[in-house]
């Protein structure tokens, strides 16, 4: 008992710490030490994505050379996402780069001797083979694309060409990457049609695409290119997305923990349509964050990219600089030509008066019906508008029609006035009968009705007679 040292005796033996190492951590310490954990996963991605780049001569093509330093995070985001959920749609607002940064994405999984395919419009068919050909026209002609591309419109062709492939002969499952450009084309799962005992006979678009292309074969990856993937509401997203997982809903259960596809985004849209239907005034976009789901968030941050110019302007302001800027919109100049060299044709505001005086009385026959015939005609029946309606909004389209068609020419106007077509002609003279011969009312039951047009199936009620002139 007498070796034993007092608890102040054995606590003044101890090494004592510096005073710094007993503080509380900083906040500054914290702040960074809370965003570290918080993309810890992005920047580990990110290094090894640059690093599996590396292995490739990507950063030594044309293309990748041709990026600017937004496009290039784009490319490199673009083929994270790719390897990682096997597909994701790049959504950058017009302008900013999207078909440059596909190409890029594509040249890496050429470098990888994969084969690629292009799904476009055929309006913009000449824009991806450009940068495939030994032309002088193709900016990038040493980086030797080798991709094939298709218009949207030769999925439902089962025999013929596309370019110089011949679909007869294609193997559709045999592309590794699928890259769809303006992908909101198939943002509806139209199904196909099929006979009366319920048989197939012809896939639609949508179908021939899942089923032909990217079930079918190897597993194909896929990239999807839109300014607007959604156009109506979030089922147009949805239906995109099935192309990166084969139309599995629960694919993204265990890599980024989002269940069901449909119930997320099904979700989503429910709180969206509730914030929409408020008054301008209470509408708040921090609630709307508020009350959407987190699930929401994490599927669009793993699967999108989507910047707009104000986010490039922020976060590139070198390459901006660089840039001289985004090309500025000016306001619009109104002019106002006159509408013939001689001054003698009429304005449009006296026109529109002239027309909105034109009677029409040849397109309003129930204004002349006798009154004890009138009630027959006033029945609206299965249509929700009385006889008198409905001629009153077609006195209405024919008063735009003959406004609008001056907005071809004169000459054209002139034409019509002049050589009158043999329905005008008709028509002048069953006018020149009802002035004649006023009495010549038809019956209510000899009429056929419909919403626009009035047509005679019997002859007229009373007999008409005059004296030739």
Request: with cysteine; hydrophobic share 35%.
């Amino acid at each position: 008992m007498g070796q034993r040292r007092s608890r102040k005796g054995r606590e003044a033996g101890r090494p004592q710490l510096p005073q710094a190492t007993l503080r509380e951590p900083h906040p500054e310490f914290i702040y960074y030490k809370t965003l570290f954990h918080l993309f810890e996963k992005f920047l580990g991605d990110a290094g090894q994505t640059d690093t599996d780049l590396g292995k490739t001569s990507l950063f030594e093509t044309e293309i990748w050379q041709a990026l600017f330093e937004f496009q290039k995070d784009g490319a490199k985001g673009a083929i994270n996402k790719i390897l990682r959920h096997n597909g994701c749609i790049i959504a950058d607002s017009v302008g900013l780069g999207k078909t440059y940064e596909a190409l890029a994405v594509m040249k890496y999984f050429e470098l990888k001797n994969e084969r690629v395919l292009v799904l476009c419009p055929k309006k913009l068919r000449d824009n991806w083979t450009v940068y495939k050909a030994n032309s002088l026209l193709n900016p990038f002609v040493a980086d030797r694309f080798r991709y094939d591309v298709v218009s949207h419109t030769d999925i439902s062709r089962e025999t013929g060409t596309s370019g110089d492939l011949n679909l007869a002969a294609l193997n559709w499952g045999n592309y590794d990457l699928i890259v769809i450009d303006e992908s909101h084309n198939f943002r509806n799962n139209t199904p196909g049609k099929r006979d009366e005992d319920g048989n197939l006979i012809r896939k639609s678009r949508y179908q021939r695409l899942m089923d032909d292309l990217i079930k079918t074969g190897v597993r194909t990856k896929v990239l999807l290119l839109s300014a607007t993937p959604v156009n109506n509401d979030l089922k147009d997203l949805r239906n995109q997305l099935y192309f990166l997982t084969e139309n599995r809903d629960d694919a993204f259960a265990a890599s980024i923990g989002v269940g069901s596809l449909k119930e997320t985004l099904a979700t989503a849209q429910k709180v969206f349509s509730l914030w929409a239907k408020k008054q301008t005034h209470e509408r708040k976009t921090s609630e709307l964050l508020e009350k959407l789901n987190a699930a929401f968030f994490k599927l669009l941050d793993e699967l999108t990219i989507a910047r707009s110019r104000k986010h490039i302007q922020k976060y590139y302001q070198a390459t901006i600089a660089d840039l001289g800027g985004f090309p500025k919109r000016e306001k619009p100049v109104s002019i106002y030509p006159e509408i013939d060299l001689r001054e003698r044709f009429l304005s449009y505001d006296k026109l529109n008066d002239e027309i909105a005086a034109y009677k029409l009385a040849l397109f309003n026959p129930s204004r002349y019906v006798l009154e004890p015939y009138k009630a027959e005609y006033e029945k609206k029946g299965a249509f929700p508008f009385t006889q008198g309606q409905r001629e009153t909004f077609l006195i209405g389209m024919m008063k735009v029609n003959f406004l609008k068609r001056l907005e071809s020419s004169v000459n054209r106007l002139r034409s019509r006035w002049s050589a009158p077509s043999p329905r005008s002609r008709a028509s002048n003279r069953r006018s020149e009968t009802s002035r004649r011969c006023p009495n010549r009312i038809p019956k209510p039951q000899s009429w056929n009705w419909n919403s626009t047009t009035l047509a005679t199936t019997k002859s007229w009620r009373t007999p008409c007679r005059w004296a030739a002139n």
